[in-house]
């Protein structure tokens, strides 16, 4: 029987949204310059611009940091 491991999160989410629903994946967001307070009402897609990162790379170890806190 196969696991699906995977954990998808939503680029439209808020990082707040994602901190809530998430508290694993605060850490990485820190360790891009993202705030997780005071800009947490931009979506995952603002922040990563607003810190000069590809979202898709964000969105990438958020998943992982996710799948490896249930894992």
Known sequence: ???????KIDPAWTVHELVHFRPETAAVLRSYGIDTCCGGTRTLTEAAKVAGLDAATLLHALEQVSIDSTS
Not at 1 to 7: A, G, H, K, S, W
């Open 1 to 7: 029987m196969q696991t699906d491991n995977t954990v």
